[in-house]
């Protein structure tokens, strides 16, 4: 498949016709400056919502995968997380998508890290003016955001994420680390979600979703399995799902009962952890 033409595919839930958001969308916020220019974010909103009335809604940040910059340098205006923002703006939740910059490969893993931490710090230090509800955060991630951002947010401090969904995600880099002997073992650990939740008390990981994708790379799987077991062995709470036939990309790819439900299951999920008592 081409790129204009995976840039334009959407969730299978939601077509290019399907009209269910009718919320604002704030566009084109600039959370810092980098080497390669303004780094910019989408909110959306839920239909109706004024943000400078005191009410203040959660909000579920997205961090997408890796891959080159002049693929990355666009991706929150791709169907993908257009359709994502857009879908858990009509189910009542704040969704923010942004741009973090490559890894180019994980040699510059550090600046990727850093771009999400610096997005959380922009929402968390704006909450107010974006009308975010204070201590009320969910995180989305997948595939190769996982070095990036799922582990960021495992070892996050703050104490306002309170729930992370990781779909069809790589969990560490060990695998084929010997191909790369530039990946010293201080940064192998600083990448991996699965050592991130070695390093806390389960009462301090918020509540995990993790979806595998069957029919996806093996080595990917099998660092989800090593974190869904480490997750059981110290007691993490973990919903687990698993789609038996579900390629890489399972919620663009696949458009079946499966799939739909495991998005059903995501929006209820964040749904369930930041808006229910």
């Known amino acids: 498949m081409v790129a204009n033409e995976l840039f334009e595919k959407r969730i299978v839930t939601m077509s290019s016709q399907d009209s269910t958001h009718d919320g604002q969308v704030q566009a084109n916020l600039v959370y810092k400056t980098s080497d390669h220019g303004d780094l910019n974010m989408d909110i959306y909103y839920p239909a109706g919502y004024e943000r400078h009335k005191h009410n203040p809604l959660p909000a579920v940040l997205f961090i997408h995968g890796d891959g080159p910059w002049s693929f990355l340098q666009t991706i929150k205006d791709s169907g993908q997380y257009v359709s994502w923002g857009q879908l858990l703006a009509a189910n009542g939740l704040i969704a923010v998508t942004f741009t973090h910059r490559s890894t180019e490969r994980f ?56 729930c992370i969904a990781a779909l069809y995600t790589i969990m560490d880099l060990q695998s084929g680390c010997e191909a790369h002997p530039e990946r010293d073992s201080a940064m192998l650990r600083a990448a991996s979600a699965t050592a991130a939740l070695e390093e806390k008390a ?66 209820e999920f964040f749904r369930t952890h930041l808006t229910k008592s």
Do not use: M
């Open 107 to 162: 040699s510059k893993l550090d600046d990727a890290v850093q771009d999400v931490k610096d997005a959380l710090a922009y929402i968390r230090g704006q909450a107010g003016q974006l009308g975010i509800a204070s201590g009320q955060l969910g995180v989305w991630v997948c595939s190769a955001g996982g070095p990036v951002g799922l582990a960021t947010a495992l070892r996050d401090e703050t104490g306002d994420i309170r």
């Open 202 to 267: 389960a009462a301090d990981i918020p509540p995990l979703l993790v979806a595998k994708a069957g029919a996806d790379r093996a080595d990917l799987n099998a660092s989800i399995d090593a974190f869904v077991q480490t997750a059981s062995r110290h007691n993490i709470a973990l919903d687990y799902y698993i789609h038996p036939d579900g390629r890489h990309a399972f919620d663009l790819w696949d458009d079946n009962a499966r799939t739909r439900q495991l998005i059903s299951r995501i929006v």
